[in-house]
């Protein structure tokens, strides 16, 4: 099956610095969506991005579909921003379901 | 429109009890998955629903989950009977067209089997 890689696998930041997660994936895509696990477990949905890119406050994401890669921007961190950093993907088939990467854990310092 | 519903929030049992969670997908998505995290590893594909069918269950662990969706609505997971390695967070979503349509996720439930 397709394959999702997300790097780093962990980042640390000083509040009001700014970062970019990466997203790989193996295969052609349909739906590339980008998600925040919050402290709580809730997972929040940031963006639906198969490509192009995408604009939401202070962060925004960029996909690059014949290049199988896809960014989030993290702009201005705040300690709010902490949590886990999810991409996934589906196959361009449409026949299996989103598949996960293993996220990037963000930490905020104040 | 309102979003993807899960119930409870948080759960807490006994090692060989019951629980069963619920999912409220937004109206007219036809398309309802089960996910989950446990252990704090990846999220991981459990079953998909078209309607009230089983699309597909590859991701089932094993015969102790068991999943519903009784007049393609709503949809049930049952845990029977729990083992500790269950314990994670539960999530589902929910998608118009399941090639097309991105997924909306609920805020998941928080199983936590002792």
């Known amino acids: 099956g397709i394959q999702v890689e997300q790097s780093p696998p962990d980042l640390i930041l000083q509040e009001g610095a700014n970062s970019t997660l990466r997203c790989n994936f193996s295969?052609?895509?349909?739906?590339l969506q980008w998600f925040h696990q919050n402290p709580w477990g809730q997972l929040i949905n940031l963006f639906y991005?198969?490509?192009g890119t995408k604009q939401n406050g202070r962060l925004s994401a960029t996909t690059v579909a014949t290049e199988r890669y896809s960014l989030l921007y993290i702009s201005s961190s705040q300690t709010t921003d902490s949590g886990v950093y999810f991409c996934?993907?589906?196959?361009?088939?449409?026949?299996?379901?989103?598949?996960f990467g293993k996220g990037t854990r963000l930490s905020v310092i104040a | 429109e309102a979003g993807v519903t899960q119930f409870p929030s948080h759960s807490v049992i006994e090692k060989g009890q019951t629980v069963t969670l619920r999912c409220d997908p937004i109206?007219?998505?036809?398309?309802l998955y089960w996910y989950r995290r446990v252990m704090g590893k990846e999220i991981k594909f459990l079953l998909h629903?078209?309607?009230?069918?089983?699309?597909?269950e590859s991701g089932m662990p094993n015969n102790r989950f068991l999943a519903e969706r009784t007049g393609g609505t709503y949809s049930t997971l049952k845990v029977q009977p729990a083992e500790l390695e269950d314990s994670g967070v539960y999530f589902c979503?929910?998608?118009?067209?399941?090639?097309?349509?991105?997924?909306?996720f609920g805020s998941g439930t928080r199983l936590t089997v002792v």
């Open positions: 991005i198969p490509s």
């Open positions: 629903f078209v309607k009230e069918s089983k699309q597909d």
């Open positions: 979503a929910s998608s118009r067209d399941s090639a097309r349509s991105g997924y909306t």
């Open positions: 109206s007219g998505h036809d398309n």
């Open positions: 996934a993907v589906r196959h361009i088939s449409g026949n299996t379901p989103l598949v």
């Open positions: 295969d052609s895509v349909n739906n």
